[in-house]
C-alpha cells in the first residue's frame, strides 16, 4: 500500500483510465492540476464559462464514446450542472468535478457557499460527495462505472472544499483502474433468443415495416450490423436525430430523420408503416413528433438495453433487452438470405416518396437566391464534407435545416446534435475536435446560438483546437418568427420583431480579430471554396454566412 496525496491517485488514475483532456473553469482542485503535469500528458483547458466546460466534455464524450471530464469551484457549480442537461439528455458519460461544502464550517454563512448537490440530482445517475481523501480511489471507480454502463449518462462528485482542498490530504492506497469502464459499452448484453425469434416473425410478418434507429445504435458502434440487417429484409431505415449517422442518407433504404426536427419523407414512410421496430430509441417526442408518427396503437417491435424503455410509449409485438449489436447480429443470424423479395412493392412505394420529397425541395437546396438559403448550405454541405468528418449540430434551426435537409453520405461520416440546449454546438464542436484532432471536424449553428459561447474562440485559438464552425447568420433566432405571428393572432407587429433579431455582425470580421481565421460568405456558389479553404487551413475557422432572416425550416408533417 503506498501513501499518496489525493491529488496524486486522481491524476494517476485519470490518466489510468485514458483522460486527455479536461475542460475547467479554475480553481478547482489545484493540487491536482500540479500532478497532472508532473505525472502524465493530460491538457487541462481553462475555459470561459461553466456551461462551456460541460458542453466541451459532452462534444468529446459523444465523439470518442469515452468519459470526459469537467470541472468547476464552489461557486461556478450551478453553471456546470446546467450544463450537463443536455448531456444527460443524450446519454453522453460525463464527469463532473466540483468543490464543495466542508463540514467543519457548514451554516457559518461561508463566502460563496450553498449547498450545490440538489442542482445536480435531475442531471446524473450518480450524484455523490468526497469528504475524505481516502474514498477517491472508489468513488472514481464507481464514477466511471456509471457513467458508461446500461444507458450511459453523467456523473457528479463534488470533492470537499470550495476549490477540492480534500485532494491534499494523505491515503494509502493500492491504486487501480478498471479499463472495462473506460469506453462505451463496458458490457454487451446478449437477447433471449426467443425474444429474438419473435421480433423476426414480426418483422417478417408486416408487409410495410420499417427500422427507426435511434442513439442506442450509435452507443453501441452497431451501424454496420444494423444496414446489413435493413439489406438482408429488404426494410427501409428511418433514424432519430441521434441515430442519424446509423446509415448514410445516400443508402437506397434510408429515408432519413423522422418525427420533430425531420424529413418530410421519413415520416410520410413511418406513418404508412404497418410494423415500427425501434432499436436504441427511447420513442419520445422527438423522434416520433408527440407519439403522432405513427400513431398510438400501431404495432411495434423494439429493442434496447434498458428495460424501462421497453414498450414506454407503444404496445410491443416484441420487445427484445440487449445490447443493440448483440441483438441485430442475432436477428441477422436467423434472418433468410433473400426475404427482401416480398418487400419489393413497399420499397418502390418508399423511392417513389423520397423521389417526392427531392422534387418538393430541389429548388431551394440548390437555390442561387441572396441572401442564402440554409438549404443551399446544407446541400453544400453533403457534397462537400470529408468522407471522415465529425458534423456536430446545433438545436432550433440549425437542427432542423441540418437534420431535414442534410445527408451523410459515408459510414465514416459521424453526427453529433444538441440535444435541447441551443448555444452547445460550438463548445461541443470543440470537445469534438479534442477527441478527434486528426479528423475534420464541421459545427452548424445559427447566429442566436452562437453568441451564447463566442468567448470561447479565444479558447480554440489558445489550444490550437482546429475545428470549423459554419454559422447561419441571418441576424436573428427566426425560428420565433412563426410563434410570434400565432401570438399576435396571426401576423406579428414589426415592433414585435425587436424580440427575436439581433444587430447585424460580422462574425468573419470578429473571428480574425480574436487569431482565428474568418470567411465572409455572401454568394451560394462562395461557400464551397470557402468550406476547402477552412479545412486545409489547420486553424480554427468561423465560415459566416450571410443568409435570408425569413427563411423557416419546414413544418414536421404528421
Keep these: 500500500m503506498a501513501k499518496l496525496t489525493g491529488a496524486q491517485a486522481l491524476a494517476q488514475m485519470l490518466d489510468g483510465y485514458g483522460i486527455t483532456h479536461i475542460f475547467m473553469v479554475p480553481a478547482i482542485l489545484r493540487r491536482t492540476m500540479a500532478e497532472l503535469e508532473s505525472r502524465t500528458s493530460i491538457k487541462r483547458l481553462h475555459v470561459h464559462g461553466e456551461a462551456s466546460a460541460a458542453y466541451m466534455a459532452d462534444g468529446y464524450a459523444r465523439a470518442a464514446r469515452r468519459p470526459a471530464i469537467c470541472m468547476a469551484q464552489v461557486i461556478g457549480a450551478h453553471n456546470l450542472a446546467a450544463g450537463l442537461r443536455d448531456a444527460y439528455l443524450a446519454h453522453a458519460p460525463v464527469i463532473a468535478m466540483t468543490g464543495g461544502r466542508d463540514a467543519a464550517t457548514k451554516f457559518r454563512k461561508v463566502y460563496q457557499e450553498v449547498d450545490d448537490i440538489p442542482s445536480f440530482e435531475s442531471v446524473t445517475k450518480l450524484n455523490a460527495t468526497i469528504d475524505d481523501a481516502r474514498r477517491i480511489p472508489d468513488m472514481l471507480r464507481q464514477a466511471f462505472r456509471a457513467a458508461v454502463s446500461g444507458t450511459p449518462g453523467p456523473v457528479h462528485l463534488q470533492f470537499r472544499g470550495n476549490e477540492g482542498q480534500v485532494d491534499q490530504e494523505e491515503l494509502d492506497a493500492d491504486l487501480?483502474?478498471?479499463?472495462?469502464?473506460?469506453?462505451v459499452p463496458p458490457f454487451r448484453p446478449r437477447p433471449d433468443p426467443q425474444a429474438v425469434k419473435q421480433a423476426l416473425q414480426a418483422l417478417q410478418a408486416a408487409e410495410r415495416p420499417v427500422i427507426v434507429a435511434g442513439g442506442g445504435v450509435c452507443a453501441s458502434g452497431a451501424a454496420a450490423e444494423l444496414v446489413a440487417l435493413a439489406e438482408k429484409l429488404g426494410i427501409p431505415v428511418a433514424t432519430s436525430l441521434n441515430g442519424k449517422d446509423t446509415i448514410p442518407g445516400t443508402h437506397e433504404l434510408s429515408v432519413g430523420v423522422v418525427g420533430t426536427y425531420s424529413r418530410g419523407a421519413a415520416n410520410r414512410v413511418v406513418k404508412e408503416a404497418d410494423l415500427v421496430c425501434y432499436?436504441?430509441?427511447?420513442?419520445?417526442?422527438?423522434?416520433?413528433?408527440?407519439?403522432?408518427?405513427?400513431?398510438?396503437?400501431?404495432?411495434a417491435v423494439q429493442i434496447d438495453i434498458n428495460p424501462e424503455s421497453l414498450g414506454r410509449n407503444y404496445k410491443l409485438q416484441a420487445s427484445v433487452l440487449a445490447d443493440a449489436k448483440m441483438a441485430l447480429l442475432a436477428l441477422l443470424d436467423l434472418a433468410e438470405a433473400g426475404s427482401a423479395a416480398r418487400l419489393k412493392d413497399w420499397i418502390a412505394h418508399v423511392a417513389r416518396t423520397k423521389g417526392e420529397w427531392r422534387a418538393e425541395y430541389d429548388g431551394l437546396l440548390r437555390s442561387d437566391a441572396m441572401p442564402i438559403r440554409p438549404e443551399r448550405i446544407c446541400d453544400e454541405l453533403t457534397r462537400h464534407m470529408p468522407d471522415d468528418a465529425v458534423v456536430v449540430v446545433d438545436t432550433g434551426h440549425g437542427g432542423m435545416w441540418m437534420g431535414g435537409m442534410f445527408d451523410l453520405r459515408s459510414p465514416r461520416q459521424s453526427y453529433i446534435r444538441s440535444a435541447g440546449h441551443l448555444g452547445w454546438a460550438f463548445p461541443a464542436g470543440l470537445g469534438a475536435k479534442c477527441a478527434h484532432p486528426d479528423r475534420p471536424v464541421v459545427t452548424f449553428t445559427g447566429d442566436a446560438g452562437f453568441w451564447y459561447h463566442i468567448a470561447e474562440i479565444e479558447t480554440a485559438v489558445r489550444w490550437g483546437i482546429n475545428s470549423v464552425t459554419v454559422v447561419n447568420n441571418n441576424r436573428s433566432g427566426n425560428q420565433s418568427m412563426r410563434g410570434f405571428d400565432r401570438a399576435y393572432g396571426g401576423k406579428q407587429t414589426d415592433k414585435a420583431r425587436e424580440l427575436w433579431t439581433f444587430t447585424e455582425v460580422n462574425f468573419a470580421r470578429l473571428a480574425e480579430n480574436m487569431g482565428a481565421l474568418g470567411l465572409r460568405v455572401e454568394k451560394p456558389a462562395d461557400f464551397a471554396p470557402a468550406l476547402e479553404k477552412a479545412l486545409a487551413a489547420n486553424r480554427p475557422v468561423i465560415i459566416d454566412c450571410v443568409t435570408d432572416l425569413e427563411a423557416v425550416a419546414p413544418a414536421a408533417i404528421i
Aim: glycine fraction near 10%; proline fraction near 10%; hydrophobic fraction near 40%.
Design 176 to 183: 487501480y483502474v478498471e479499463p472495462e469502464f473506460a469506453a
Design 279 to 299: 432499436i436504441g430509441s427511447e420513442t419520445g417526442s422527438m423522434t416520433t413528433a408527440f407519439w403522432q408518427v405513427p400513431k398510438f396503437g400501431t404495432p
